[in-house]
C-alpha cells in the first residue's frame, strides 16, 4: 500500500469490481466510447479475479473515497527475452484531477514492472487526448510514432479464428 496526503493505493479485490466498473465507464464517455463498453461486474471478475487472471488493478482512495484505477497487465518482448507491462487503463475521477494522483498510481504501476524484473512499460493515449499526452511525456514516457495499433475483433477475430 502506498499513502501520500491521504491518497492510498491498493491492491483491487473482488469486492472494488463495482467501483471499477462504474469507473470504467465514466472513462469511456469521457474517451466518447460510451457506446462501447460491454464489461460487466460478472467478466471483471473472472478476467481479474477468477482462475486465470488475465490482468490486475489497483485503485486510488483519497479519504477512503475511490477516485482513480489502473489496470495492467504482463506483456512480453521476443527481441529482449523479457516481461514488459502493460497498462491498459490509468483513470482518475474528474473532480480529483490535478492533485498528483494519476502520476502516483503511474509510478506504482511504473514500480510493479521494477520488482517483477519487466524491461518497460507501455499503453495506448487517444491522440485528441493532448492532457494525457502531456501528462505521460512529463512523467518520461516517448510517443512511439513509428508503431501503428491493430486491432482485430467481432467478426474478423471469429473468421480468422475458425481458418486453417
Not at 457506446?35 to 471478475?45: F, G, I, Y
Not at 521494477?114 to 487517444?126: Q, T
Request: proline share 4%.
Amino acid at each position: 500500500m502506498t499513502r501520500t496526503l491521504g491518497f492510498e493505493i491498493r491492491e483491487a479485490s473482488e469486492a472494488d469490481v463495482p467501483v471499477m466498473l462504474r469507473m470504467i465507464k465514466a472513462l469511456a464517455e469521457f474517451e466518447r466510447l460510451g457506446d462501447q463498453v460491454v464489461a460487466t461486474e460478472l467478466s471483471l471478475r473472472q478476467s481479474l479475479f477468477g482462475d486465470r487472471p488475465f490482468g490486475e488493478a489497483l485503485i486510488g482512495y483519497c479519504g477512503g473515497e475511490p477516485v482513480g484505477f489502473a489496470i495492467f497487465f504482463h506483456s512480453f518482448s521476443t527481441f529482449r527475452g523479457a516481461p514488459g507491462l502493460y497498462l491498459e487503463d490509468l483513470f482518475i475521477e474528474p473532480a480529483w484531477r490535478g492533485r498528483g494522483f494519476g502520476r502516483r498510481l503511474l509510478a506504482r504501476v511504473a514500480a510493479v514492472a521494477v520488482a517483477r524484473g519487466c524491461h518497460r512499460m507501455e499503453w495506448s493515449v487517444l491522440d485528441w487526448n493532448e492532457r494525457a499526452v502531456d501528462f505521460y511525456v512529463r512523467a518520461g514516457a516517448r510517443p512511439m510514432q513509428e508503431w501503428t495499433t491493430f486491432r482485430l475483433t467481432g467478426d474478423a477475430l471469429d473468421a480468422l479464428a475458425a481458418r486453417p
